[in-house]
């Protein structure tokens, strides 16, 4: 990060909202805010290709997945060599993941059965110091954290009366 | 899902590569591969905004996070509405996800702490098969199933002498 960055305090809630809205065989509109610490706004999309019966407008939905969690362990391991003096030449990140899928009945259900990050960094940084700026950003991205723990995830849906929790 | 839907076997395995190259200050160009059950490439990018030392040029991770879990559900809803019967004429979806953010000697640490998606779905069934469509969609959402348990996140590093694991 550079001196243009915002002074943060000690301890912040950071807050993302995504507001989607079908549209097209299996297209979504996905307008994305973020509240907190700052507002900014973004404007994204997912579809399917035409074997799951969409138009292939916009990326599918685990194409985003995979491209957020590889550009969050990225730019954590560029902020964080900035801040530990650890000189970054060239940075290269693979990531793969893969889930099993299953048919169930009409439908299918899924789960996760991989992760796998490999990290190509150019650097003429002794060795320990590479894999202490990898150990630190592993622990600020905000997405690998979120997948290291099993998260409670709220659902509600919409009714006459109101919303109820589902 | 439509007649033009590739007939899947009863278990396979789907799995995403992302190789990410870091360029400019902080943008990332990410080249995401579908490689099994069948392939399929996406270019997607993610960057920072100036006040994180970036050229906001591409949706920061985060965005392309919630984008990718907010469009997965509505996916799934929207392909189990079809198999399951349930007229869709109209569905939204709003996810909301709060992250705790701590400053830690010269980095930070971070943990999510909430996870909400409220459900919009207009529709001509009765309530009870309109909530066991989603029940389903919860079980069939790749990115739901992922973040409700905890994963393990395997690294390896490039060195001189071939990957090791960090």
Redesign the interface.
């Known amino acids: 990060?550079?001196s243009?960055?915002?002074k943060?305090?000690?301890?912040?809630?950071?807050?993302?909202?995504?507001?989607?809205?079908?549209v097209g065989?299996?297209r979504?509109e996905?307008a994305?805010t973020?509240v907190?610490?700052?507002e900014?706004h973004?404007d994204?999309?997912?579809d399917?290709?035409?074997?799951?019966?969409g138009d292939a407008t916009a990326?599918?939905?685990?194409?985003?997945?995979?491209?957020?969690?590889?550009?969050?362990i990225?730019?954590q391991i560029?902020?964080?060599a900035?801040?530990?003096d650890v000189p970054?030449d060239?940075?290269?990140?693979?990531?793969?993941?893969?889930?099993?899928?299953?048919?169930k009945d009409?439908?299918?259900?899924?789960?996760?059965?991989l992760?796998?990050?490999?990290?190509?960094?150019d650097s003429s940084a002794p060795?320990d110091r590479?894999?202490a700026l990898?150990?630190?950003a592993?622990?600020?991205?905000?997405?690998?954290?979120?997948?290291?723990?099993?998260?409670?995830?709220?659902?509600?849906?919409?009714?006459p009366g109101g919303?109820v929790e589902?």
Chains 1, 2 share one sequence.
Not at 8 to 22: D, L, S
Not at 106 to 113: D, R, S
Not at 115 to 121: R, W
């Open positions: 990060m550079n243009k960055e915002v943060m305090p000690a301890k912040a809630i950071v807050e993302f909202r995504c507001h989607g809205r079908a065989k299996m979504n996905l994305v973020m907190r610490p700052f900014e973004f994204l999309a997912s399917e290709g035409a074997f799951h019966g990326p599918p939905p685990l194409a985003l997945f995979i491209s957020g969690l590889t550009g969050c990225m730019t560029r902020a964080f900035k801040r530990l970054l060239d940075l290269k990140v693979e990531a793969r993941i893969e889930w099993l899928w299953v048919a009409k439908v299918y259900e899924t789960a996760p059965q992760f796998e990050i490999d990290i190509d960094i060795h590479v894999v990898i150990e630190t592993k622990k600020g991205c905000f997405i690998e954290q979120t997948l290291a723990r099993k998260n409670t995830i709220r659902h509600r849906m919409k009714t919303w589902v």
